[in-house]
């Protein structure tokens, strides 16, 4: 199972971001799937995000946990931002 310093590093290197925060959910989901995949909430607040509607800037979160999804992440719930100042 991947750890949610894991994803938040991951996020904050690929994106620019000056903000992230996970929240692990799985254990209100345990017994769900086999292996443990993770089940998480995120936001990301980031540069890269301004004048990016609002599917753009979750396609670049899918983008950038593209193999952790296919693995490791059975569920993610997904909230962003643009930088204040971007």
């Known amino acids: 199972m991947i750890s949610s310093a894991q994803v938040e590093r991951i996020l904050k290197e690929s994106l620019k971001a000056t903000e992230v925060l996970v929240q692990d959910d799985s254990a209100l989901h345990a017994g769900h799937q086999p292996n443990n995949p993770a089940y ?10 301004a004048g990016k509607s609002l599917i753009e800037q979750h ?28």
């Open 40 to 49: 998480l909430s995120v936001f990301v607040r980031s540069p890269l995000f």
């Open 59 to 86: 396609r670049l979160v899918y983008d950038s946990l593209k193999v952790e999804l296919q693995e490791a992440i059975h569920a993610i719930a997904i909230k962003t931002a643009p930088s204040e100042n971007a």
